[in-house]
């Protein structure tokens, strides 16, 4: 069991996540490209940088893990509201173009409503729980990168992670069995929106 | 897009993008193409920004009659008070001073196809290379009985945003608790599928609050609607739906709820096989509806009353050189949208790029999502992709379908937080 967890988190770091031919992306298929994210930025926002207040930000996205998000949706094996319809959508060789194309945009970070006490304190938790994995003083993750993502959107996903979604769940069981308390993850969010 | 800038897609349809580049200081001293764009709402701006986006080499004109652009996404919010109409208002600003798009305030009143140019009510006329109809719906003023446009300040239809949606807003603070308030629904196909019920589900959130003896009746033309089973489960949760409490009554044509006839003096409408009467404290007539008057009064409909188009780029079948998109025009599979409007038109706008600069048109990709609010933290949602197949656009194997019912209150709430980002973000992408 926490071999394969240590496998997944490595293949996530490494970038060799689904068994796409690892095939350069021809230039020509800029236009294509933009045919494609154009139908993802009404939603998430342009250049996937999200007004909020709950869709993501894609924008910035390491490309295993967007790759990883939308096969997962398709497959049904992570919880969405439209994007699990969406994703079904678009073929793998799509999917991979869409990747690339928002790996590569800048991240916009909007003001959020952050109580800064929750904040100051969900730093310190950072720090001590999840920093090894989300780097945020740094910015050079090797996971999602999670500054500035919106709050509600951070909620949804606890909860569904909570629900047994993926390698988080047993790190979110870790968490709470080791603060008592399930709140503490409230100063968590905080700290993640209160990112600029 | 930053990074999504002039003539890309010369450059990689011609081939690398060098060439496309070198291609450019050739020709640099021809004249500049113009597109023309008719209308500035979820089509035109959408399509108007993106070609000068991609290719700021072509100079794009959007003629638009008002200054001020009210979205009807979300105008049913201003209904139940939950937003107010400020709220929902956009100014074209930033789309001439950013993207340079020339916009001029006026109304588009004939199209001469041969000369290519479009007559403006002011009196100036425009040429274009290319133009883009995208007007929205008109109304078939002549298709109900006792109701026309000259009654729309006492019964609206509040069918397109702004003050239409103010005077019916009014008319339901005025009315007393324990009032009727009726909304007739018009055969399809009509602009946003969904929107008479979710229009209902937010008077309903009105009344509960503040006029909780009143009901809403919804006389409907069509014998089934987008996301019924949605709707109705939702209606059941918050608003009593099917007991004798309900606040909402859904009149299928089989029970009689197709209108006749409309009695504006009494307030009265009359549906059904056998025209029953039925007496409103506030009436909300949607009318049946058709292409843009531009759209047919230059021969871009047929006798559909929409406008026939090649679905991969939005060219009229009818007329060279026009494209129409958005409500106006038969896009296969596709609803008449906001969201629609908003793909078709980034769809058109390659294609115009694509015939003016002589590249070669990618594949199209579309998606629709909408949302509808039945109450308080309460949305459901539909969304698909759709691809060019056969000439026409059809929603892709496997990869369309609404919420599931049964799903909890965090779900809901989820969806309408969604909702909210789906407004913030589709009316960012069209006007800043």
Redesign the interface.
């Known amino acids: 069991m926490h071999f394969q967890k240590y496998k997944y988190i490595l293949l996530l770091i490494t970038g060799v996540i689904v068994n796409l031919p690892a095939k350069t992306l021809d ?6 490209v ?6 993802c ?7 996937g940088s ?6 993501p930000t894609i924008a910035g996205m390491r490309k295993p893990l967007f790759i990883k998000a939308m096969q997962d949706m398709k497959n049904g094996l992570r919880p969405s ?2 994007m ?7 073929t793998d060789e ?1 999917i991979e173009m869409m990747a690339d194309f928002f790996s ?1 945009q ?1 991240v916009v970070r909007y003001r959020q409503n952050v109580d800064l006490e929750k904040a100051q304190r969900g730093k310190e938790l950072h720090k001590q729980y999840c920093d090894s994995c989300h780097k945020i003083e740094v910015r050079t993750q090797p996971l999602f990168n999670i500054a500035g993502q ?1 709050m ?1 959107y951070l909620r ?1 996903r606890l ?1 569904q992670f909570k629900n047994g979604d993926s390698m988080m769940a047993s790190a979110l069981e870790y968490f709470v069995l080791k603060n008592d308390s399930e709140e503490r993850l409230e100063e968590l969010i905080h700290f993640y929106g209160s990112q600029q | 897009m930053s990074n999504f800038t002039r003539r890309h897609f010369l450059g990689l349809a011609a081939g690398t993008a060098a060439a496309g580049i070198a291609g450019y200081y050739f020709i640099a001293p021809r004249a500049k193409k113009k597109v023309v764009v008719i209308g500035g709402g979820a089509g035109g701006v959408i399509a108007a920004k993106y070609i000068r986006k991609a290719d700021n080499m072509i100079d794009v004109t959007l003629i638009e009659p008002n200054k001020d652009y009210y979205t009807c996404f979300m105008s049913n919010e201003v209904l139940s008070g939950v937003h107010t109409i400020d709220s929902i208002k956009f100014g074209y600003d930033k789309l001439s001073s950013q993207y340079g798009i020339n916009m001029v305030y006026d109304s588009a009143i004939a199209i001469d196809a041969n000369a290519k140019t479009v007559r403006l009510q002011g009196g100036t006329t425009i040429a274009y290379d290319r133009l883009i109809v995208s007007p929205g719906v008109d109304y078939r003023w002549d298709a109900i009985d006792g109701y026309d446009e000259s009654l729309i300040e006492k019964i609206p239809h509040a069918w397109k945003a702004g003050s239409q949606t103010v005077i019916l807003r009014k008319q339901l603070e005025a009315m007393k608790n324990g009032g009727t308030v009726i909304i007739t629904v018009p055969p399809k196909p009509f602009r946003c599928p969904p929107a008479p019920y979710e229009r209902a589900s937010q008077i309903a959130h009105y009344m509960k609050q503040h006029k909780p003896q009143s009901k809403v009746l919804i006389f409907d033309a069509n014998q089934a609607f987008a996301k019924q089973p949605l709707f109705i489960e939702g209606w059941k949760k918050l608003y009593g739906y099917g007991t004798d409490k309900s606040f909402i009554e859904w009149i299928p044509p089989e029970e009689g709820g197709e209108l006749v006839a409309v009695d504006a003096e009494e307030m009265t409408i009359y549906a059904g096989e056998f025209e029953d009467e039925h007496k409103a404290d506030v009436l909300n007539i949607v009318p049946p509806q058709k292409a843009g008057k531009i759209a047919i009064e230059s021969g871009l409909a047929d006798d559909t009353g929409w406008c026939p188009v090649n679905q991969q780029t939005f060219e009229s079948s009818l007329q060279k050189d026009i494209h129409v998109i958005g409500d106006s025009c038969i896009a296969g599979a596709m609803p008449k949208s906001a969201y629609s409007a908003n793909s078709q038109a980034k769809v058109c706008a390659q294609a115009v790029i694509s015939a003016l600069e002589g590249g070669k048109m990618v594949e199209p990709s579309f998606v629709n999502t909408c949302y509808s609010l039945i109450g308080d933290d309460f949305a459901i949602s539909v969304a698909a992709i759709y691809r060019l197949k056969d000439g026409k656009i059809q929603a892709t194997q496997g990869a369309s379908g609404t919420s599931p019912l049964d799903a909890s209150l965090e779900y809901r709430r989820s969806e309408a937080a969604y909702a909210y980002s789906w407004y913030k973000n589709i009316t960012s992408d069209m006007f800043s």
Do not use: R
């Open positions: 230039t020509n298929t800029t236009a294509q933009f045919m494609l994210v154009n139908t930025v009404g939603c998430h926002g342009i250049d999200s007004l909020g207040p709950a869709t509201t439209v699990g319809v969406v994703a079904n959508g678009y799509e590569k800048k919106w509600p949804f909860s």
